[in-house]
Every structure is written in C-alpha cells, then in structure tokens.
C-alpha cells in the first residue's frame, strides 16, 4: 500500500503543472504574514470584493496576453515583445473612433462594435507584420517584434495625435468594471472566454499538433506536408488579436486611451508567465493552462509586493529575484540534478536493504 501511495506521489509531483501550481499556493499563502484577511471574500450589490478577487480582476490582460505569448513561442521558438505596444494601439484606434476624433466626449460618436472592430484589425494586422518578419523573412521573433515595440506607441500617439482621448460613456467603461449580480468583473469572463475558446479550438482541431510540430523542428515539419510559415503567420495573428482584446479591456478600464501607459512592461510579464508555467522558450510542447497559472503567480506577486509597501520602481527589482528563484526550480538543470539525488539515495536504501538480508 505505501509503495502505490508513493507511486501516486511520484506521479504527481512529476507532472508538468505541479510545479507552477505549487508556486502559485507559496505565493498566494505568503500573504498571509502581512495581510492576514487576504483570503476574505465579501459581496456587495451581488459582486465579489476581496484581495483574491483583485489579483483574479487585474490578471485578466495578463491572463490572454499569455495565451497569445504561449502560442507564438511554441511556434516560433522566440518571444513577442511587442504585445504591449500593440495594446496601446488597439486601445488608441478604439477610443479615436468612439470619440471622433475629440480629445473627450460624454456620448459616443461612432458605434461601440465599430470602434472594437477597429481595434482588434489593427492588432491583428501587427500580429501579420510580425509574423510576416519572423515566418517569410526568418528574422528573429525577439528582433522582429523589437520594431514594435519601439514604434507601436508613437503610432498609438499618432492616432491619438499625442493626447490622452477619454471616452467618459458608460457603455464603454462598464467592460472593464463589474455589473450588479455578476460576481465577477467583466475582465475576468474575457480572460475565461479567451482561454476556453483558444483551448477548444486547439483540441478541436490539429492546429496545437502542428504548432508543437513546427516548434519541434520546422524543417521536419515542412517534409510531413505542414505549411510551416502559415502556421507561424496565424501564431503571431492571434498573438496580435490576443492583445487587442487585452487592450480593449485595459482602456475601458481607464475609460481613455493612454498610449504612454496602457501594456507597459506587461510583454515582459507575459513572458515570464509563460516561462513559470514550465512551457519551454525555444519552442516545441507547450501548456496553456502552465502559462495561465504563471500569470496570475505574477499578479499574485506583484499584489503581494504591493501590500509589502514596496514602491512601483522598485517592484521589478523583487520580482526579478523571485522570479529567478522560481524559473530556477523549473528549470532542466536543477531537475536533472534534483532526479539524480533521488537516484543515489534509491541505491543507496537499496544497498542497505540488501546488507540486511544477507
């Protein structure tokens, strides 16, 4: 019976997400020790309020920003450092349409579906000029994507014509809000929506297959009939769209477009939630769910820094040390060296099990 009870065990702690789950639990729980009712859920108008339902609400970008992020470097074996210009974009093409081109307005000018059309056509559209770069011109997805992630937000200030654009409606700011008997902020059900729809889409259909097999090797790919470049282009489109959406979300949030502000830094964010969810960054398996789990480990840290009265410019100088930390435990190396412990101390019970008998 204990040999079946340690099998399980085994069985577990070797599965892929363990490890991301386990660093999820240790920093959810470090909470504790400076806010004790950090697991104190209260409702109010049939809508959740607490700390854990702030850490779920603010993920929600990260959230589908990881998933696209996920996506791309499966196939690609690179990173797109460029989603969170994108972001800016959408959020600046969607808020320019609805205001009209004012600077601030109290009623739409345009219709809302017009205006989120838009947005997500110019992010997706990004996602093609990356994809372009890195599928047909073999650049470097880290080089290609650099363009916009150094240009994106002056083209958002561009479309904004360098100002902050408020669109004060309530039909707009409410998808970022929470409505009365919802439980949730609507966040929240776009970053559920987005994960459940890629998710079903990638089981439904061979397109999970052939990302980790153009990841794998995209030479090898293109020898079993896989159109290795199309696949690498609808990757880094729905990257792109991925962040439009994100940028929708974040710019109703703020009810206004601020390109300097709306995606800052979170391209890297999402990059590291898609390295703590164990997926590997050269490219080949991946798990969308080990990446959705990695981005709310990073909210969850960054609310824990937060509560520690850590200041917003030293917030990345903590977050880098747990980070190397957690990666650290994650990685290849030191799970090879952690299994050949346990292959030493296996021989060695063994040795002394044998010494016994004889």
């Known amino acids: 019976m204990s040999e079946q009870k340690k099998f399980h065990w085994s069985s577990i702690t070797r599965h892929h997400l363990f490890l991301p789950i386990m660093c999820l639990i240790v920093v959810l729980l470090s909470n504790l020790i400076k806010t004790p009712d950090f ?5 109010r108008d049939g809508v959740l309020y607490g700390y854990i339902i702030d850490v779920i609400n603010r993920a929600s970008e990260l959230v589908i920003l990881a998933v696209g992020m996920t996506l791309v470097t499966a196939a690609s074996g690179g990173q797109d450092i460029s989603v969170g210009a994108v972001m800016a974009v959408a959020a600046a093409v969607c808020c320019q349409i609805l205001s009209g081109g004012q600077t601030s307005v109290d009623a739409f000018q345009n219709p809302l579906i017009l205006g989120v059309l838009a947005a997500l056509a110019a992010a997706a559209l990004c996602g093609a000029f990356n994809g372009y770069l890195v599928a047909h011109l073999h650049i470097q997805p880290m080089v290609a994507t650099l363009i916009l992630y150094t240009a994106g937000r002056g083209i958002a200030q561009l479309v904004t014509g360098g100002q902050i654009t408020y669109v004060r409606v309530g039909a ?16 929240v059900f776009f970053a559920v929506a987005v994960v459940l729809i890629v998710s079903l889409i990638l089981k439904k259909s061979a397109l999970g297959l052939y990302i980790e097999s153009v990841g794998i090797n995209s030479s090898s790919s293109r020898l079993v009939g896989l159109n290795a470049k199309r696949i690498k282009m609808i990757t880094y489109i729905i ?25 800052l830094n979170l391209e890297m964010d999402a990059i590291l939630a898609v390295a703590l969810g164990g997926n590997i960054l050269s ?11 990695g981005a709310y480990t990073i909210q969850a840290l960054t609310t824990t820094l937060y509560a520690m009265n850590v200041s917003s410019d030293q ?10 930390i957690i990666v650290t435990l994650q990685s290849p190396v030191f799970q090879k060296f952690i299994n050949n412990q346990r292959a030493k101390r296996a021989v060695k019970r063994g040795q002394t099990n044998g010494g016994a008998v004889v």
């Open 283 to 293: 490219g080949g398996k991946f798990s969308i769910a080990g990446s959705v789990i």
């Open 39 to 43: 697991f104190a859920i209260s409702m």
């Open 239 to 263: 990257c792109g769209l991925l962040a439009g959406i994100a940028g929708f979300v974040a710019s109703s949030r703020i009810y206004s477009a601020d390109a300097n502000n709306i995606g």
């Open 172 to 187: 707009y700011s409410m998808w970022g809000g929470a409505l009365p008997h919802m439980l949730f902020p609507l966040p």
């Open 315 to 324: 917030l990345p100088v903590y977050k880098a040390i747990v980070v190397v």
